[in-house]
Nanobody
């Protein structure tokens, strides 16, 4: 079992920044990557960014150059730094524990979600 606890969401104006955190605990040997997803109202959940245990990263085209995923292995924590936020970034953001093998494969280990709202 893997437990994920997110924090850091909130309300911000367009052009602003937020940093999300995801603290992981439990059977972490069973995963080799972590990802951030988001789900806007009426839309499917989509992968925003992922990072492997070795530090390799992937990003959705819509956030490249604006978002940065990072990890602190000593704290078992993954971060999502979001800059130049746009109203279309408004969504509930979820942390996921998963696998990377050419692409990111999510597991059923999800955080509780944190709301990010970007006002225009």
């Amino acid at each position: 079992q893997v437990q994920l606890v997110e924090s850091g969401g909130g309300l911000v104006q367009a052009g602003g920044s937020l940093r999300l955190s995801c603290a992981a605990s439990g059977s972490l040997f069973s995963i080799n990557a972590m990802g951030w997803y988001r789900q806007a109202p009426g839309k499917q959940r989509e992968l925003v960014a992922a990072i492997t245990s070795g530090g390799s990263t992937i990003y959705a085209d819509s956030v490249k150059g604006r978002f940065t995923i990072s990890r602190d292995n000593a704290k078992n924590t993954v971060y999502l730094q979001m800059n130049s936020l746009k109203p279309e970034d408004t969504a509930v953001y979820y942390c996921n524990a998963g696998y990377y093998s050419g692409t990111y494969y999510p597991t059923n280990y999800w955080g509780q979600g944190t709301q990010v709202t970007v006002s225009s």
